[in-house]
């Protein structure tokens, strides 16, 4: 399958890249290509230019910051994975850097790309949206902050404008007293999630002092389980508090039947998902990894 | 259309073409380049019998446009062997059964080779982890990950030889 014909450019500055997005309407940015050049082979995606920001080396970085880890837009997946920084204090990340496709589609897939593609499926947004991320959006008017609550605004639609540029994810440091964990049930190694659950807690002792829930592949857009949040916040992780909020994920996702299963497979998965996560979560709290 | 020339490097080679922007990796690999072994399975991103190395690292060669590799070094199964002595992984991959249609057998060599330039002494779980991004449906995997062994051996053998040499030269 050969993807219909467009029109390349290889930008070798952001400013460069940002211009030839307002020159071109409807052009699309090539970052890894792991999602849209499939979509291009199969002709779901037609774009007529195309701007290469594999040229951008400079948006390719990890870095810890003052209260929070920068992670640069063209960064890979793979990079995660071999990050001492993420893999030591950010073990959410961590874990979901691990089960995204797999290692030859991680060497490209960049993790900006993963968010700016807004689809549910993909395994980034759930961890962004438990890690109250924000991404850093730089356009002609310059740098803006979007808090990752307003990011996903539809299916494969984000609130990034026509000519700005994902440059970085911006992940808060998690405090002392913080877990977080995400698990996800795949039918094989690189398939998209049944289900999947990102959990990030804070604990004061026993008890919860905060949680955010993002649930993968089991709605329209990606979203939080608001309900499984707020049935944990304040409590302690008793058997029954977990069930209450696995039943709150499970009635508050909205899933799809398909080859992955059924609807009332898909909501039960999330129950049972959100409870282990948050488990996990509470037990990496307890051992001083966050 | 939009035709772009390119040069990179393929084996040590330096190539110059033109190509177009729609071009795949893998397309320009086998039919401009005539480097035919590495083969397409799949072409959904899938299955990794297209996998070569790009600046080292292994990526699907279906998943990337030939323009993109402008720069690049590029190392395909062609290029594994040295001098007419096979690599520690092909000569593995022989001794251990590794393949049996041989279709994924080229992808499953680069794939194996980044992971043990990474990392020289897998355990086997890692090896597993290292291939999970190729797909095989004759040997069930378990003489592809004793190949992988094979060579990760023979190659910190072969080491260990040189090591000795240099200290009693």
């Not at chain 1, 993909?122 to 902050?145: F, K, S, W």
């Not at chain 1, 979203?223 to 994920?249: D, H, N, P, Y």
Request: glycine share 10%; with cysteine; proline share 4%.
């Amino acid at each position: 399958m050969i993807p219909g014909q467009f029109d390349y450019h290889a930008p070798t500055s952001l400013d460069e890249a940002v211009a030839l997005l307002g020159q071109h309407g409807g052009a699309k940015i090539l970052a890894g290509g792991q999602s849209l050049i499939p979509a291009m082979r199969f002709r779901l995606a037609l774009p007529e230019v195309l701007i290469d920001i594999n040229g951008l080396a400079d948006l390719d970085y990890i870095r810890e910051a003052v209260g929070h880890l920068a992670i640069g837009g063209l960064t890979r997946e793979s990079a995660l994975e071999e990050s001492a920084a993420v893999q030591s204090r950010y073990p959410l990340l961590a874990d979901t850097a691990r089960v995204i496709a797999d290692p030859l589609v991680r060497n490209l897939a960049t993790v900006g790309g993963n968010l700016a593609h807004a689809d549910p499926a993909n395994d980034h947004p759930a961890a962004m949206l438990a890690y109250n991320a924000q991404v850093v959006a730089h356009g002609p008017q310059g740098t803006r902050t979007i808090a990752i609550d307003d990011f996903f605004t539809g299916l494969f639609e984000n609130s990034l404008a026509d000519d700005e540029i994902l440059t970085e994810i911006r992940i808060p440091e998690p405090g002392a007293g913080a877990g977080g964990a995400y698990l996800k049930v795949e039918r094989k190694v690189g398939d998209y999630a049944i289900s999947a659950v990102a959990v990030q807690l804070a604990m004061s002792g026993d008890s919860v002092s905060a949680a955010r829930i993002g649930l993968t592949n089991v709605s329209p857009v990606p979203m939080r389980a608001s309900g499984a949040e707020q049935a944990v916040v304040g409590q302690r992780l008793t058997e029954e508090v977990l069930e209450a909020a696995g039943r709150a994920a499970a009635a508050e996702c909205d899933p799809s039947a398909d080859l992955r299963g059924s609807v009332d497979y898909k909501r039960d998965l999330t129950r049972v998902l959100t409870k282990r996560a948050l488990r996990k979560a509470a037990e990496r709290a307890a051992g001083g990894t966050s | 259309m939009s035709k772009h020339t390119i040069t990179l490097t393929v084996n040590g080679n330096e190539f110059t073409r033109e190509v177009e922007s729609r071009t795949l990796l893998v397309h320009f690999v086998r039919e401009d380049l005539d480097l035919t072994g590495t083969h397409i399975g799949c072409d959904t991103t899938s299955c990794g019998a297209c996998t070569l190395l790009v600046n080292g690292r292994a990526i699907k060669s279906c998943t990337m446009f030939a323009v993109q590799a402008n720069g690049a070094a590029v190392e395909t199964i062609e290029g594994v062997a040295q001098n007419g002595d096979l690599h520690p992984l092909q000569e593995g991959f022989w001794e251990k059964h590794g393949l049996q249609c041989g279709y994924c057998t080229p992808g499953m060599i680069m794939s194996a080779k980044q992971l043990l330039e990474q990392n020289p002494n897998p355990t086997e779980e890692e090896i597993r982890w290292g291939i999970s991004g190729n797909l095989c449906r004759c040997t069930g995997y378990n003489k592809i990950v004793e190949a992988i062994q094979y060579a990760a051996a023979k190659a910190r053998e072969g080491q260990t030889e040189a090591g000795g040499e240099e200290a009693s030269s």
